[in-house]
């Protein structure tokens, strides 16, 4: 949808569009593995909050680029939205060993694809309203989630692990 919304904001081609849109994605390269590193060094809850609230400024801001701004500002912008976006889904894989590790690829797969659940949903309230709009409801959303985040516990101490051979083993977690 970003090609669409640079093509249309700023009247480009969709090759154009496509490309600076694709700088959103590009982000994905660090991003991910460095939400992931911060949340493994400063803690997964304080690092959540954190990204959380970096996002939902970050589609605020998405909302409100107009034509009337530099195109160069509003890809700056998507992109430093796709950091927080992208490093909270690094921090949000880094819970999962914290789950039951033995299943750690199961719980894993059911992530990414509740995931992809949530950007089905989120495009098909994109087909209703206009791209303000629908940059405004994912900041909002985003808003929402801080408060469960709030109340979100992080496992302290250790985690026993029951391996298949019968075996005990005590995870040390922090």
């Known amino acids: 949808m970003l090609p669409l919304f640079f093509s249309e904001i700023f009247d480009l081609n969709m090759v154009t569009a496509g490309l600076l849109a694709s700088s959103y994605a590009f ?3 660090v991003s991910r593995p460095g939400g992931g590193w ?14 959380t609230t ?9 909302a409100s680029i107009s034509s009337e701004w530099p195109l160069a500002v509003a890809v700056a912008v998507a992109m430093l939205c796709s950091f927080f976006v992208q490093a909270g889904e690094g921090a949000v894989f ?13 719980i894993a797969g059911m992530t990414g694809a509740y995931g992809n659940v949530g950007a089905v949903c989120y495009l098909t309230v994109l087909s209703f309203v206009s791209y ?7 900041a909002m959303t985003a808003l929402i989630s801080l408060i469960f985040l709030a109340f979100l516990k992080e496992p302290d101490g250790t985690i026993t692990e029951i391996n298949e051979d019968g075996t005990v083993e005590l995870i040390g977690v922090n």
């Open 27 to 29: 982000m994905n390269l």
């Open 38 to 51: 911060i949340s493994d060094r400063f803690g997964r809850k304080p690092t959540l909050l954190i990204l």
């Open 54 to 62: 970096g996002l939902s400024i970050g589609y605020f801001m998405m």
């Open 94 to 106: 880094a819970t999962v060993p914290l789950i039951k590790r033995r299943l750690t690829g199961q």
């Open 132 to 138: 303000q709009s629908f940059f405004l409801i994912i």
